[in-house]
């Protein structure tokens, strides 16, 4: 079977863990607090501008917090956006407010998000589409001006750049996950950035039981009386990286250069092998000054025959996907929003394998498989009046 995602793990993390073992401390120490110092340096912000938690969801979770956005309160994100980014709002009592996106891009654009702003819009949360920065700049502008908090999602876009600012610090809060099916991977964990250090600090100790004071681990030895004792600040849950994570994070990155090169020419090789396929649409290309992280490559076809599609190459051992299903359909969220635009691209956009481990061979079978696909679906509909 050709993944759709899949991490890239080699003996230097494993010899990094084993280094973790030998060291005999699991937990969060020093291997987390190199790890964070690295992603500060890659995003160029001081490294009290990191701080890193379980997950990118959990990441979303305390951003949504750190907001104070709540009941009578709207959160702005595009329909297509990750669960959690739309359950962070929702959690917290506040109203999440979906936008439409671009057809092609799959991202808002500046005067979409715009549409979607009133009086009690406290946040907009952004993703970048499959590491396309998309309008970021322009629409941290648009928020600066209005007072409004820019959460970026910034999963998909571990090494995207606008103009040279990384992804993520462009607005006021970002966040990162380290999932087996991102590019930078930990076997779980997730990064916040934010550009008050004092809410970094916050999102510390909310991470950790609300502590405001405790002198258990690192401390200790300064401390000689009485380290068990601590005072909290909330009623928080626990919720943290450790150094197994963090040693085989730190290796991760370090080939995180590696890895998007050979995204980058991936991309490139769908682009050339699929440029004269009728009735399929590859990835706009990037405007000036932007770079992706690659993390998906999508392709867009007539939406009665995208499942079937596919479903074929499934049956031929190649596993696609889409990313991510629009969620004012999601009945929970309670949204009434008609958003033609994203729904159109939703039933249209497949997403095909892409990461680093894949040979050409994989990305010519699949593009074979893809073009005996759609040729024998596209014929399949002839003869139906629509
Ligand atoms: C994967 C992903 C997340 C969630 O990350 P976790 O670390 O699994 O919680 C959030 N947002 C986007 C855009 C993602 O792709």
Same mark, same amino acid.
């Given at each position: 079977?050709?993944?759709?995602?899949?991490?890239?793990?080699?003996?230097?993390?494993?010899?990094?863990?084993?280094?973790?073992?030998?060291?005999?401390?699991?937990?969060k120490g020093r291997r987390?607090?190199?790890?964070?110092?690295?992603?500060?340096?890659?995003?160029?912000?001081?490294?009290?501008?990191?701080?890193?938690?379980? +997950?990118?969801?959990?990441?979303?979770?305390?951003?949504?917090?750190?907001?104070?956005?709540?009941?009578?309160?709207?959160?702005?994100?595009?329909?297509?956006?990750?669960?959690?980014?739309?359950?962070?709002?929702?959690?917290?009592?506040? @109203?999440?407010?979906?936008?439409?996106?671009?057809?092609?891009?799959?991202?808002?654009?500046?005067?979409?998000?715009?549409?979607?702003?009133?009086?009690?819009?406290?946040?907009?949360?952004?993703?970048?589409?499959?590491?396309?920065?998309?309008?970021?700049?322009?629409?941290?502008?648009?928020?600066?001006?209005?007072?409004?908090?820019?959460?970026?999602?910034?999963?998909?876009?571990?090494?995207?750049?606008?103009?040279?600012?990384?992804?993520?610090?462009?607005?006021?809060?970002?966040?990162?996950?380290?999932?087996?099916?991102?590019?930078? $991977?930990?076997?779980?964990?997730?990064?916040?950035?934010? @550009?008050?250090?004092?809410?970094?600090?916050?999102?510390? @100790?909310?991470?950790?039981?609300?502590?405001?004071?405790?002198?258990?681990?690192?401390?200790?030895?300064?401390?000689?009386?009485?380290?068990?004792?601590?005072?909290?600040?909330?009623?928080?849950?626990?919720?943290?990286?450790?150094?197994?994570?963090?040693?085989?994070?730190?290796?991760?990155?370090?080939?995180?250069?590696?890895?998007?090169?050979?995204?980058?020419?991936?991309?490139?090789?769908?682009?050339?092998?699929?440029?004269?396929?009728?009735?399929?649409?590859?990835?706009?290309?990037?405007?000036?000054?932007?770079?992706? +992280?690659?993390?998906?490559?999508?392709?867009?076809?007539?939406?009665?025959?995208?499942?079937?599609?596919?479903?074929?190459?499934?049956?031929?051992?190649?596993?696609?996907?889409?990313?991510?299903?629009?969620?004012?359909?999601?009945?929970?969220?309670?949204?009434?929003?008609?958003?033609?635009?994203?729904?159109?691209?939703?039933?249209?956009?497949?997403?095909?394998?892409l990461h680093q481990a894949?040979?050409?061979?994989?990305?010519?079978?699949? $593009?074979?498989?893809?073009?005996?696909?759609?040729?024998?679906?596209?014929?399949?509909?002839?003869?139906?009046?629509?």
């Open positions: 079977m050709i993944n759709v995602f899949q991490p890239t793990l080699a003996d230097e993390e494993l010899a990094a863990v084993a280094e973790v073992f030998a060291g005999n401390w699991t937990g987390t607090a190199d790890f964070e110092a690295a992603f500060a340096g890659r995003l160029g912000v001081g490294r009290d501008r990191v701080v890193s938690v379980g +997950s990118c969801t959990e990441a979303l979770f305390i951003a949504a917090q750190l907001t104070g956005a709540g009941p009578g309160d709207e959160v702005v994100l595009p329909t297509i956006s990750f669960v959690g980014a739309g359950n962070a709002v929702a959690a917290h009592g506040a @109203r999440p407010v979906f936008c439409d996106v671009d057809r092609r891009t799959l991202n808002p654009a500046v005067d979409d998000v715009a549409a979607a702003l009133s009086r009690r819009t406290k946040a907009v949360i952004l993703l970048h589409y499959g590491g396309y920065p998309g309008e970021v700049a322009e629409i941290a502008a648009l928020c600066r001006d209005r007072g409004i908090v820019l959460i970026e999602d910034a999963a998909c876009s571990v090494a995207s750049r606008v103009d040279g600012r990384a992804c993520g610090v462009i607005g006021d809060i970002g966040v990162w996950s380290f999932d087996s099916t991102k590019i930078v $991977v930990a076997g779980d964990g997730g990064m916040l950035t934010a @550009r008050d250090p004092e809410l970094v600090e916050r999102a510390g @100790r909310l991470a950790y039981f609300g502590l405001e004071q405790f002198s258990g681990f690192s401390q200790a030895k300064e401390n000689t009386t009485r380290w068990w004792d601590f005072q909290i600040s909330s009623f928080s849950r626990r919720s943290i990286m450790n150094d197994v994570q963090s040693a085989i994070g730190l290796v991760q990155l370090g080939r995180l250069e590696g890895f998007v090169e050979r995204r980058a020419r991936i991309a490139s090789r769908y682009d050339d092998a699929l440029a004269d396929l009728d009735g399929v649409l590859t990835p706009p290309p990037l405007p000036e000054g932007h770079e992706s +992280s690659y993390y998906l490559y999508w392709v867009q076809m007539d939406e009665r025959i995208r499942d079937d599609v596919a479903h074929d190459l499934y049956e031929r051992g190649v596993y696609t996907t889409f990313r991510y299903a629009a969620l004012h359909r999601v009945a929970a969220y309670g949204s009434d929003a008609r958003l033609p635009r994203a729904e159109e691209a939703a039933a249209r956009t497949l997403c095909l394998p894949l040979g050409d061979d994989d990305v010519d079978t699949t $593009v074979t498989a893809l073009r005996e696909a759609v040729a024998r679906r596209t014929a399949g509909l002839s003869g139906t009046t629509r």
